[in-house]
């Protein structure tokens, strides 16, 4: 894929709910999502900063994909 983006929370958020997950919880400023699968993680959603390639990896890694698997959905 050549290089990883950096997304906002909203556009991570918008992937996961394109992969059939719901906010279950929220706690501050991290919204915890789950799907029906039993598959969850959280998505720090602070005002003004964006999700790093880091980041996205490991919230791909918790639901059980590739990064670029979920980038695919975007």
Do not use: N, W, Y
């Amino acid at each position: 894929m050549g290089s990883t983006p950096v997304l906002r929370p909203s556009e991570v958020s918008d992937i996961l709910r394109k992969l059939g997950f719901e906010v279950v919880r929220q706690r501050g400023s991290h919204l915890q999502f789950r799907d029906t699968r039993g598959r969850c993680t959280t998505v720090p959603a602070h005002k003004g900063r964006d999700i790093t390639p880091p980041l996205l990896r490991q919230i791909a890694k918790d639901i059980g994909m590739t990064l670029e698997e979920f980038l695919s959905f975007r």
